[in-house]
């Protein structure tokens, strides 16, 4: 394995850190979000029960 080879290696390692590091931060944040952002929110429900439509 050559120099290209290892740098190649390490370029792909950094590169899949930031992509699963920026995608558990995503995920965290829009558990941990305020209600208003949450996907769910107790108050608002999306599917009104009781109702047809």
Known sequence: MGISGIAGL????????????ATIVGVVNSQTSPPSQSPANVE????????TS
């Open 44 to 51: 608002q429900p999306a599917i009104e029960y009781g109702t």
């Open 10 to 21: 390490v370029a792909a390692l950094v590169v899949g850190g930031a992509v699963g590091t």
